[in-house]
């Protein structure tokens, strides 16, 4: 006898319209603010529960020489075509200051010349992005503390706010401009660097020149390239979306320990 | 005296801790192995070490043209595999797209790597609160020692090949003997609970730079980031086998009174009237 539905069949019908059913749940469910800020809850548990079993100076692994990777991936902007940027590169950064503002004491405006002068760090460390992949790289580059110690924070400056020189999106449009903020645990991180050398040679622009952070610990997005202003602040809601980043305001973690 | 003739009774069989810890990793995990698979579309390859080796991956997913038409490929050591609709290439007709797995797979269904990574690193918390209980729980309260861990007799080669060749025929204890697990079923469910799952946690862990630096031993024990990512995927695989054989068993000796089972902890079995 044939069954032209049998149990089989059933079952096999019966399975694929629940999983149907569970995807567009799903869908809908993280569609939903609501739902978004329940998952997003979990951020906070991991940032609390890493800063306990970490030591907040544990190091990050540094390799040797011969783990560099050759085909270090550049990722987000790799040569940005905002004016004042394209400017800078033809004229060999030599107009370039790094300002240090907002609740500082002593506000710092440093050509990169000053900012080779200072104490300087190097190290050779895994940057690891977001998407799954890493890549081994030697860095050299200012120490932030010291730099921080020198502009004096004002009591009430809890995070570093990083304003870079790139676009990731239409050029001239405000909020295409990259961004990435940092808590002070972070930023005092000994190997919280401004990185002016990589493997060696000046940052590559694809890499970020003239300087990029490097906060390791932190996945790749946290690292900003291209930064032209660091800006003390108490809080970083009131800027942009609100979130601490660009791609913190399109909805990944300020905590990109994990 | 016996009748001989065999009458159904219910036997109370698993545990509320049991039942519940069930049901929240059916959920957690499905959960995040949907949302894992979202992760691994942003970067559909895998790596050895410490680093990734962008022209080497041992094993990715790509799309590639063939006549014309888009196709996905799957390459494991050097081997390639077409694989459209499934693996590197799937949609529907006409709106098809470069994608590791398919959409039917991810959580969310469209690409959103955001979306995903919020769903999996809340589910990797449910997991692991979840195994807690499931661990503090079941040591306290006897569970793994009185069900799970085998005894002598379990462990007698003839008893495990006896077991081995019965399930193959499809044949499961009946009477007193359904009443606990078989060294089988001890050894797949000890082996998820103590084995597998705790290495998808620490496979897992091991990708964050935060843990790196706190607990750097982990990336000596898997061998780097690179190579814990592809155990994260190695385990995840595994646990899906899993799932599979264990559906398969659950449907093969009687749906309804499994999921009874573990839905009011009272299973069927079938016992020797004993009369006066």
Redesign the interface.
């Known amino acids: 006898m044939t069954q032209p539905m049998g149990r089989r069949g059933w ?1 096999k019908g019966a399975l694929a319209s629940a ?2 059913l ?2 567009a749940a ?2 809908r469910i ?1 569609a939903d603010p609501r739902a ?1 800020a ?6 906070r ?2 940032r609390r529960a ?1 800063r306990l ?3 907040r100076n ?4 540094e ?1 040797a020489p011969a ?1 560099i ?1 050759r ?1 270090f ?1 550049a990722n987000g902007s790799i040569r940005p075509a905002d004016p004042d940027y394209v400017a800078h590169t033809a004229a060999g950064f030599a107009d370039w200051r790094l300002v240090i503002d907002g609740l500082v004491e002593r506000p710092l405006s440093l050509t990169l010349e000053e900012l080779r002068a200072q104490p300087a760090r190097t190290q050779i460390t ?1 940057h ?9 790289g030697k860095w050299t580059g200012a120490r932030l503390g010291p730099l921080l110690d020198r502009a004096g924070l004002k009591p009430g400056a809890r995070y570093l706010v990083f304003h870079c020189a790139d676009s990731l999106g239409p050029v001239g449009d405000p909020n295409s401009k990259y961004y990435e903020s940092i808590d002070l645990i972070d930023a005092r991180h000994p190997q919280t660097i401004l990185a002016y050398e990589m493997n060696d040679a000046p940052l590559p622009v694809p890499h970020g020149a003239p300087i990029r952070l490097r906060v ?4 790749g997005y946290k690292h900003a390239k291209y930064v032209m202003r660091i800006e003390a602040v108490e809080d970083f809601a009131h800027l942009r979306g609100g979130r601490g980043g660009f ?1 913190e305001d ?4 300020w905590y990109a ?2 | 005296m016996n009748t001989g003739r065999p009458s159904r009774t219910l036997v109370y069989r698993h545990g509320l801790l049991v039942r519940i810890t069930h049901w929240l990793n059916v959920v957690a995990v499905t959960l995040l192995l949907m949302s894992g698979l979202q992760i691994f579309n942003a970067h559909p390859a895998l790596y050895w070490g410490q680093k990734s080796t962008f022209a080497e991956p041992w094993i990715n997913t790509t799309a590639s043209e063939r006549a014309g038409r888009p196709i996905g490929v799957t390459t494991i050591g050097g081997l390639s595999f077409e694989t459209t609709g499934v693996l590197g290439y799937s949609g529907k007709a006409g709106a098809g797209e470069p994608r590791g797995f398919p959409a039917w797979a991810t959580i969310p269904s469209h690409r959103d790597l955001a979306s995903g990574r919020r769903w999996h690193l809340f589910f990797a918390w449910v997991l692991v609160i979840n195994g807690l209980v499931y661990w503090l729980g079941g040591l306290a309260g006897g569970h793994i020692r009185r069900d799970l861990v085998p005894d002598r007799r379990d462990l007698s080669p003839r008893n495990i090949w006896h077991e081995i060749v019965t399930h193959a025929q499809l044949r499961f204890p009946k009477g007193e003997e359904a009443r606990r697990y078989n060294v089988l079923q001890k050894g797949a469910y000890l082996g998820v609970a103590l084995v597998l799952l705790p290495l998808m946690v620490a496979t897992g862990l091991t990708m964050s730079p935060g843990i790196n630096a706190a607990w750097p031993w982990m990336l000596d024990l898997f061998g780097g980031r690179q190579s814990a990512r592809t155990l994260h995927f190695i385990a995840a695989s595994l646990v899906v086998a899993f799932v599979i054989v264990h559906l398969a068993m659950v449907v093969a000796s009687g749906l309804w009174n499994n999921i009874r089972s573990m839905i009011t902890g009272r299973y069927a079995i079938e016992v020797e009237e004993a009369k006066p």
């Open positions: 079952l999983a149907g569970v995807l799903c869908d993280n978004t329940v998952l997003q809850s979990a951020e548990l991991t890493q079993v970490s030591d544990a190091l990050a692994r390799f783990d990777s085909d991936r895994r690891d992005c977001v998407e799954g992949w890493s890549s081994i390791e610990r932190h996945l791609w399109r909805g990944y973690e320990g994990i």
